[in-house]
Every structure is written in structure tokens, then in C-alpha cells.
């Protein structure tokens, strides 16, 4: 094996950790403008999301409390993480958040997030969704 290849085998798991070469994901920079902006008007307070669910999107903490049923993100698995399968549009069309349609079970109305935001979170998660 040449020396090339040795360290192209070292630094395959260090790229995979950061996201396929995204970079690390900053959960103050990144993730909590994008829940500000889309989910902290439902999820907070007296929000219909805060109420219906008890999920609170507010900051950190709160976001990895999760729910009145559970945790919403699992560290290190977006696909085990319901806050991801949410955004993502992995689950019934009626829970999608944020609401964007009439079939939503929530009243309230949002604009779906873009691919791209919807990666930032699912990286943030992967990466072990710490409070950076």
C-alpha cells in the first residue's frame, strides 16, 4: 500500500464524521436561525406546536428535550431522529412541519424548508447534534 493510500485511509473517517466534506455543522450559526425563523413561532409559549405536542424549539436545550412522547433528535442518526423525518418529508403528509399545505393537522402556515436546510439539520444530527 503506498503512503498515499495509507493516509487517504485515515482521513476517509474524519471526512465521513464531517459530513462528506460540508464542514462542521454549528448549531448556533446553522440550525437555531433556521428553527427562529420557521418553527419557534408555533413551538414556543402558547404556540399551537408548544401546546398540541409540548415541543419547545426555543434553544438548545429545549430542542434536545423533545416531547411530551420522547426525544426528537438522536445524536449521531437523522434517520432515527423524528425532528429530521419531520422536516424531511419521511412521514405522513399531514405531520410535515412546517405546515405547508392543507392537509396539515396544523392550522398555522409556513413555507416548506429547502433541501439545502433540511441537510444542515440532517449533518447537524450526524454529527452529533451538540451545542456548538
Not at 76 to 84: A, D, E, P, V
Not at 110 to 128: F, M, R
Request: proline share 5%; charged share 20%.
Amino acid at each position: 500500500m503506498t503512503m498515499a493510500m495509507t493516509r487517504l485511509m485515515m482521513l476517509a473517517p474524519a471526512l465521513l464524521i464531517l459530513g462528506c466534506g460540508q464542514g462542521e455543522i454549528s448549531y448556533a450559526r446553522d440550525i437555531q436561525p433556521v428553527f427562529d425563523s420557521y418553527c419557534v413561532s408555533c413551538h414556543a409559549g402558547s404556540g399551537e406546536g408548544a401546546e398540541i405536542s409540548e415541543y419547545l424549539m426555543t434553544d438548545y436545550e429545549n430542542v434536545m428535550k423533545g416531547t411530551k412522547h420522547g426525544a426528537m433528535v438522536v445524536a449521531g442518526s437523522r434517520m432515527s431522529s423524528s425532528l429530521y423525518l419531520i422536516v424531511a418529508g419521511k412521514t405522513a403528509p399531514e405531520i410535515h412541519m412546517p405546515p405547508h399545505t392543507d392537509e396539515s393537522f396544523a392550522e398555522g402556515r409556513g413555507y416548506e424548508l429547502s433541501p439545502d436546510t433540511i441537510e444542515k439539520i440532517g449533518l447537524w444530527i450526524d454529527q452529533g447534534a451538540r451545542n456548538n
